[in-house]
T-cell receptor, first 115, second 111 residues
Framework: GAGVSQTPSNKVTEKGKYVELRCDPI?????LYWYRQSLGQGPEFLIY????????DSGLPNDRFFAVRPEGSVSTLKIQRTERGDSAVYLC?????????????FGPGTRLTVT | EDQVTQSPEALRLQEGESSSLNCSYT??????LFWYRQDPGKGPEFLFT???AGEEKEKERLKATLTKKESFLHITAPKPEDSATYLC????????????FGQGTILTVHP
């Protein structure tokens, strides 16, 4: 079946601009996660949705970052007033359910470059 | 706070030369330990989940084992196509599903 998809695959934006990154999870998966990966590092947790609600947003670095999942499926990660330090690969993952017992399946990522 | 440390940072092997990757972890109430493979420019690909000490899982040339403090990924007779970054992650009892990753081990297998 179809895996997790993310769009766009690459995004180049100027410092100070607003960007939206989209994630389409595996059909039927109720849990959705966003991670950020810098070069040479493992993914770093940002936010976790169970259904439509954000169950854990402790990884969001500041209030410029926001994510939504209005219908419990597709999610959008929104970054306001982008900074050069936001440049990274943003990964989305989904799992059948939350709670840590279920494996997470990752999408290919969106590479964000802030110039 | 959950912590994961992987070693070595990089490992170069000759084709057929077996070895092991290490993942040391600190977690409050382990819910699961996960191994992923990541190829350049791609997202992590799920390999194994281990839930309790003593558990082992195998897939082709890979075998993952778990103790109370660490996990090993054993690679038997590796091939060049096994070259990738291998990531270890834990989900702790208070994390509600978020994964804490190590920095990964870059494996290169030469023909």
């Amino acid at each position: 079946g179809a895996g997790v998809s993310q769009t766009p695959s690459n995004k180049v934006t100027e410092k100070g601009k607003y960007v939206e990154l989209r994630c389409d999870p595996i059909s039927g998966h109720t849990a959705l996660y966003w991670y950020r990966q810098s070069l040479g590092q493992g993914p770093e947790f940002l936010i976790y949705f169970q259904g439509t609600g954000a169950a854990d947003d402790s990884g969001l670095p500041n209030d410029r970052f926001f994510a939504v999942r209005p219908e419990g499926s597709v999610s959008t990660l929104k970054i306001q007033r982008t900074e050069r330090g936001d440049s990274a690969v943003y990964l989305c993952a989904s799992s059948l359910n939350g709670g840590g017992n279920y494996e997470q399946y990752f999408g290919p990522g969106t590479r964000l470059t802030v110039t | 706070e959950d912590q994961v440390t992987q070693s070595p940072e990089a490992l170069r092997l000759q084709e057929g030369e077996s070895s092991s990757l290490n993942c040391s972890y600190t977690v409050s109430g382990l819910r699961g330990l996960f191994w992923y493979r990541q190829d350049p420019g791609k997202g992590p690909e799920f390999l194994f989940t281990l839930y309790s000490a003593g558990e082992e899982k195998e897939k082709e040339r890979l075998k993952a084992t778990l103790t109370k403090k660490e996990s090993f990924l054993h690679i038997t007779a590796p091939k060049p196509e096994d070259s990738a970054t291998y990531l270890c992650a834990v989900a702790g009892g208070t994390s509600y599903g978020k994964l804490t990753f190590g920095q990964g081990t870059i494996l290169t297998v030469h023909p």
